[in-house]
């Protein structure tokens, strides 16, 4: 037996794809099942997919009474197929909708490993593909119900048609796999509009201007960088003048890149193969039905609320106060491409050492280079910045890590990035068992605490005394990371993958399984909804006969997750009121008042108090319940209240 055969076996054949898909499954599974519905994107899907299900409309996206018409409607196509399949859209059970992005997730380690093995080999490609399998970026996505874990899969699986069309000499099928390419790109579409496509042909670019020499990329990246460079320098007055001029500039160098590049390719025979005329017309296929449905169903207003609205706004600045400065990306490396990091230094240097150099297997390395450094570029210095738009550059940069592995298991030493890169390992890892530990807990519910107005800080921690932290699961955590410390510091690499590895899992798990759960003081909407279940309420509880009530409205509070959990009829701020229907008209109103929203909160209070004793009716008051709104940092104090339709008994 070879010190190779454990690996050998682990990979061979489909079981390598297999295991890869079943321990993204593994590590994302307590999420989908555990963590509650989220603010606020994975709500505002859920819901529209939900009321796809409630109306039978399978064009118009809505939220609520509005249209929703920011992302293309494949995402809910798949929400409602799997929440018709396994749930219901009265179940109102968010692990139903987020079945399609935790498949996603898994598929994506799949389509990964398929894409690797031309490059680097197989053994790199499953060392790397088994490092990306269990980041906490990827299975975080897999158990949140928006399009990031479909989208990386379909992404991956284009860009690993490309792959085996233009790298694989052995591929006995090269037509299929350019209409595998359409197909994916066509899907990838309905999905988040045009970031599949652009990820594939950025890399496309980028590797066959590399032909040339650097100064091609350089182009192409220096494009990218400078579209959006008017967005970070302030030149007063002329910002108008000078961003039109970034623009077309970058418009120009762009447009010159990819002329260079179609000049150059366009006799070969995987450009030809790749353009057959089946697979364009299979993307244009598959998005332009739809495309017309839904203009015809808004009155043309989806395009223009889709790209007039939702992408200019992420591109012209920071859309809904998401920005950042370039590098806001790297930073979260740190957490978000854990355990891969163990070898993302080795990964880069040994990447420009063997391009430089033209070592073994150079060309596959270029490959992964050129697929995610301009995703990098362009996300970096895109305006609008969430933590999760860089996740379709993760693969390639995986897949390099593991092709540091590799090289580092066949003798390279690599001392001074080896020691750094496992120093970052262990910062990030250290990290986030404290975070989820019991001192991270009291470190946080302190410095919330004292940023409530409406009650002390003493009281909302007495109030928060009933939460604790299971702690056993540090342990498998540290030792984990510990092994993985010791096993790297022997050299022993598969070993020190495998206890990374590990250590990843372990972190998730203890997250999704035994920390989130039970921090239900930062579930602001679990706040709400245990106001409304004192005053009997709450709909789906038998601790008390449930009262139906003609309309719910929250006050200061408009969490897309309390709409989903809740129900669609209930009204939310700004839309939410506190004027008091008579009695005949609604027998029963209830009201969820955020008293930490000043201007909302207390005068709504009193206004219900007052209008019901004019009607003479009974009132019934929860007690307070606080929490914090992670979504935006801020406290909340909830109060429900119930008005009946006459006086109280006795």
């Known amino acids: 037996m070879n010190r190779f055969s454990v690996l050998d076996e ?3 054949g489909l079981r390598g794809y297999i295991l890869l898909f079943c321990i993204t499954l593994i590590a994302a599974a307590p999420g989908v099942f555990n963590i509650p519905a989220l603010d606020r994107d994975e709500s505002r899907f859920a819901q529209a997919s939900k009321q796809m299900l409630e109306t039978g409309d399978f064009i118009t996206i809505r939220y609520q009474d ?6 293309p409607a494949g995402i809910h196509w798949l929400q409602t197929a799997t929440t018709a399949m396994f749930s219901s859209a009265d179940a109102q059970e968010m692990w139903s909708y987020r079945i399609p ?6 598929l994506a380690s799949c389509a990964l490993f398929w894409a690797g093995i031309p490059l680097i080999g197989r053994r790199a490609a499953f060392l790397g593909s088994a490092l990306f399998s269990v980041g906490i970026l990827l299975t975080s996505e897999a158990h949140i119900s928006k399009t990031d874990g479909v989208l990386v899969a379909i992404t991956t699986l284009g860009v690993a048609a490309l792959i085996h069309l233009i790298k694989d000499t052995g591929n006995s099928r090269p037509k299929a796999t350019a209409i595998l390419f359409w197909f994916a790109m066509g899907f990838g579409f309905l999905i988040k509009g045009p970031v599949t496509p652009m990820v594939a042909f950025l890399a496309l670019a980028f590797y066959f201007l590399s032909e040339r020499g650097w100064k091609w990329p350089l182009i192409l990246c220096g494009g990218l960088v400078v579209l959006f460079l008017d967005t970070y320098v302030n030149l007063g007055p002329a910002n108008f003048v000078a961003g039109l001029l970034f623009k077309t500039v970058a418009v120009l160098m762009l447009g010159i890149a990819v002329l260079r590049c179609v000049l150059d390719q366009r006799k070969e025979e995987w450009f030809r193969t790749l353009f057959w005329w089946p697979g364009p017309v299979l993307f244009v296929a598959m998005i332009i039905p739809w495309l017309i449905a839904i203009q015809l169903a808004t009155d043309g207003q989806f395009l223009e609320g889709a790209l007039g609205k939702d992408l200019k706004d992420k591109v012209v600045g920071a859309s809904e106060g998401h920005g950042g400065p370039p590098g806001y990306h790297i930073l979260y490396l740190l957490t978000h491409f854990f355990p891969a990091t163990l070898f993302l230094i080795p990964a880069i240097v040994q990447s420009v ?24 570029v362009l996300f970096e210095f ?6 999760h738009y860089v996740l379709p550059a993760y693969p390639p940069l995986a897949l390099l890590c593991g092709y540091a592995v590799w090289k580092l298991m066949e003798g390279v030493r690599l001392p001074v990035s080896r020691y750094a890169s496992l120093a970052i390992f262990l910062l990030g890892g250290g990290l986030m068992a404290i975070i989820a530990s019991p001192l991270g807990e009291q470190l946080f519910m302190r410095e919330a605490a004292g940023d409530f107005r409406s009650v002390s800080g003493e009281t909302v921690m007495e109030a928060w005394s009933v939460y604790t932290v299971t702690s056993w699961p540090l342990i498998i955590i540290f030792a984990g990371l ?13 070993m020190a993958v495998l206890f990374a590895v590990i250590s990843s899992f372990a972190i998730g798990w203890h997250i999704r399984i035994t920390f989130l759960p039970e921090q239900t003081w930062l579930q602001a909407t679990w706040a709400a909804r245990e106001t409304l279940k004192d005053i009997c309420v709450l709909p789906g509880e038998d601790e008390c006969e449930l009262i139906e009530a003609s309309q719910i409205h929250a006050i200061g509070y408009a969490e897309p997750s309390f709409v989903f959990t809740t129900g669609t009829d209930v009204r939310i701020t700004p839309e939410s009121s506190s004027e008091l229907p008579s009695a005949d008209e609604a027998p029963y109103m209830a009201y969820v008042i955020n008293l930490e929203s000043q201007e909302l909160g207390p005068p709504a209070l009193e206004a219900v108090r007052a209008q019901a004793a004019e009607q003479n009716r009974c009132v019934t008051e929860s007690g307070p319940v606080y929490a914090l709104n992670y979504s935006n940092g801020d406290p909340v104090h909830f109060v429900s209240v119930l008005v009946g339709p006459g006086p109280c008994e006795g």
């Open 66 to 71: 509005g249209q929703r018409n920011k992302k």
């Open 482 to 494: 510990l092994l993985t410390l010791f096993y790297s510091v022997l050299r022993r690499y598969q």
């Open 10 to 12: 682990l990979s061979r």
């Open 101 to 106: 992005s935790w498949i996603g997730a898994a």
């Open 382 to 387: 895109l305006p609008t910045k969430l933590s």
């Open 353 to 376: 050492k063997a391009i430089r150099h033209k070592l073994d297997m150079h060309e596959g390395v270029l490959f992964l280079v050129a697929w995610a450094v301009p995703t990098w």
